[in-house]
């Protein structure tokens, strides 16, 4: 009963497979091996265009790689509050980009454009505090709800309009994709999204994750920013083998499909059961809910490893219950779960 996050997911069976078969012989280093071709004109397949692609290990490297892209002097990023570059990467955007962040609340954990255009509104041209230059929206969201392609344009072209780019953390790319049932390209470059964060480590990979430029001019000065910040991997046969077996075929829509479910049953379930009342919409394969402590401990004690959250502007949590987040992946069973349901209503 393991919902603390979908990154305690070992990696899938095709991706544990090809890391296997990668270890035996030799193969030209930094990039340069045939797997690292074959996985970037994948992308250029899955996008429906030409893209530029940078592997990378971790998906705090790839927002931070990101944006130091999207970077001018003096530059910021607006994000909303809980955005993961915001409050878990210990400023690591600010530290390779140089630039600021300026977070801003929205509900339902997701940005819009009234907001944006709020927040790009305090920073008039030629001002001294700096200027905005990108957009950050994280698909899924933290609160595990989904932009819908016509917000990300919304978004877009406020952005565009007043001389922003957009970025894109899409650690959880698949799971929003399949929830929206959208192409990859409708959900980003052709919503107006310039430069993607591409998680892979959470739905199936040991440590994949990749930088998606929709604007490959871009590429030569990221090619450098990515070695300066060490993530130019020697031995990148072993990130380019992973994403080949999670982009072979469906794989990687069946693990967020699966992962997505394996969440739509938690919540069903507490709901159902009135064991404690959802923080928000479940529209990928995380689930917040509001639980009363005495479930919590019952479930804690009887394995279960879930994770407090703090609630934000939205919640509603009253004394004796607790915001919790409980992720499901790729590897979560319905047994777990329903194991999981059954504990909560056994008070
Ligand atoms: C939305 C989001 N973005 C980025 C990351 C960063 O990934 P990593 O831990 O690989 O640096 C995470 C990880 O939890 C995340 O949830």
Known sequence: ???????????????????AAAAAGMAPAYGSDAVTRTVEARFREVFERDV??????????????SLQALMRTAGMVICHEGAHIHGDEAGAVEFFSGGRLHPVPGAAGKLDADAVASAIGRYPAGGRNGRPVAVSLTQASELGTVYRPDEISAIADTARAAGLSVHMDGARFANALVSLGVSPAEMTWRAGVDVLSFGATKNGCWCAEAVVLFDPSRAEDLRYARQRAGQMVSKSRFLAAQFEAYLHGDHWLDNARHANAMARRLADGIVAGRFGRLNTPCEANEVFAILPDAARRRAEAAGARIYPWPPTGDAEVREGETLMRLVASFATSAEDVDRFLAILGDG
């Open 1 to 19: 009963m393991i919902f603390a996050s979908d990154n305690w997911a070992g990696a899938s069976a095709p991706v544990a497979a090809a890391l």
């Open 52 to 65: 530029a692609v940078f592997l990378v290990t971790t998906g705090t490297a790839a927002n931070a790689l």
